[in-house]
């Protein structure tokens, strides 16, 4: 393993660390809960949204804390879920008179963390409500979870909810708008190569050289098939028709696309598949009017990508267009 690590266990701290200290101004950390929260949170005319996973996936979630994004998240360590007591003391730190949103990806730790960490929460007299994100297309049931997972997908779910936060939206109205944006949005992920988690040392699984696997999850779980490696195009076509399909999503919609990298892709690989990917949709009649090309929701450092889907309209396109500001920064 060749990585940029001093003791595995600090892995973490150090790097939520880093991020404060390079956004001094906008954020807080409170290294006893792994936690990275907005400065000026919480606000008492905005409900707070939270959101926690394993760590090993950034930007999300820690580096996409700011305005119209999350009020904080709190992860547990690399692929694993935040311990209840984190979530528990990050709320009461982002009790909003307003109220609390907790968004959550569909695996069995982190849904367990969570709903342990509301009923404390709520105990204490907080109001929360909770919003499941589960867009994953590739298998129904995974080593992490009961149903579908929740991958890439999440990003338009939490900048749709933060943008109508920062609008005043109370939590009814919160919990109705993330709902509908993720039952709109579908993804479908693979993997080029294995990733390797700093504690462990060495890859979690093994790809033969000319070895792909297709639907794998963002922890290396294992997908719907392993096969011989394909062409870009080849890529494209099945995760775009596992996607497509799925809601289904047809001619006339207008669409967000996002092409995400797993964290060892290189840029202009996913700028290739989103050309292609674009002009395919195109040709089913399927309007890509926004775009999204890069590293959204990662896996350390695994060679793959992901295709997301989200269906607009007025409503969806407005929110995703509100301005935010999150601690990564473009000149």
Known sequence: ???????????????????????????????????????????????????????????????????????????????????????????????????VLHIVNNYTGDRMAFEMGQEMAEAEGINIRTLIVDDDVAVKDSTY????????????VIKAVGAASEQGADLDELLRIGTKVNSVTRTMGMALTSCTPPAKGSPLFELGDDEMEMGVGIHGEPGRRREKLASANA???????????????????????????????PISELYLLYGYAHEQLAQ???????NYVGNYCTSLDMAGCSITLTRLDDEITSLLAAPAEIAIRTF
């Open 1 to 99: 393993m060749k990585k940029f690590v001093n003791d595995p266990k600090l892995y973490v701290p150090e790097m939520l660390k880093g991020i404060a200290l390079a956004n001094p101004d906008t954020l807080r950390y409170v290294p006893e809960y792994n936690l990275i929260m907005r400065a000026d949170a919480p606000n008492p005319g905005k409900v707070s949204i939270v959101q926690g996973s394993g760590s090993g996936h950034e930007p999300a979630h820690v580096m996409i804390v700011g305005r119209g994004m999350l009020d904080a998240a709190c992860p547990g360590d690399v692929f694993s879920a935040p311990p209840m007591d984190y979530v528990l003391e990050t709320t009461k730190l982002l009790a909003s008179p307003m109220g």
């Open 145 to 156: 979870t009961v149903g579908r997972r929740g991958v890439a997908g999440n990003f338009f």
């Open 235 to 265: 890529i494209a076509d099945e995760l775009l028709e596992a996607v497509v399909t799925d809601l289904p999503y047809k001619a006339g919609d207008d669409v967000a696309l996002m092409i995400n990298g797993l964290g060892g892709t």
């Open 284 to 290: 089913r009649g399927i309007n890509v009017r926004r």
